[in-house]
Nanobody, 115 residues
Framework: QVQLVESGGGLVQPGGSLRLSCAASISTFRFYAMGWYRQAPGKERELVASLTREIITKYTDSVLGRFTISADNAKNTVYLQMNSLKPEDTAVYYC?????????WGQGTQVIVSS
C-alpha cells in the first residue's frame, strides 16, 4: 500500500513563496499523471496543478504563472513551487494521482497566507 506524504506548508506573508513536497512511502513507487489539490475552509477540494508522464503541466487559472509543478522520480517526490502567494491561496494542499485515487489521499499540508 502506497502512502503519499505532503510537507513544506506553513505560514507565509502575501507575496512570499513556499515549496511543497509529496513523497511516496514506497521507494519503488513512480509518479505518472499526478496532481496537487487544495481545499480552502468551506470550499470543495479543487485541482491546482497536474503533471502527466509526458511532462505536460496544467494549472488552474487562479495560480497560473505563480505555481509550478514538477517531479523527481529519482527521489520519488513531486513538488509544488508556489510564488507570489495570496491570502486566497490559504488551504490544505494535497497530492494525488490525476485523476485522484481515494486510496492516495493523505493528511495534506497546511498553507496559510496572511500578514
Amino acid at each position: 500500500q502506497v502512502q503519499l506524504v505532503e510537507s513544506g506548508g506553513g505560514l507565509v506573508q502575501p507575496g512570499g513563496s513556499l515549496r511543497l513536497s509529496c513523497a511516496a512511502s514506497i521507494s519503488t513507487f513512480r509518479f505518472y499523471a499526478m496532481g496537487w489539490y487544495r481545499q480552502a475552509p468551506g470550499k470543495e477540494r479543487e485541482l491546482v496543478a497536474s503533471l502527466t508522464r509526458e511532462i505536460i503541466t496544467k494549472y488552474t487559472d487562479s495560480v497560473l504563472g505563480r505555481f509550478t509543478i514538477s517531479a523527481d522520480n529519482a527521489k520519488n517526490t513531486v513538488y509544488l513551487q508556489m510564488n507570489s502567494l495570496k491570502p486566497e491561496d490559504t488551504a490544505v494542499y494535497y497530492c494525488n494521482s490525476y485523476p485522484p485515487s481515494p486510496d492516495y489521499w493523505g493528511q495534506g499540508t497546511q498553507v496559510i497566507v496572511s500578514s
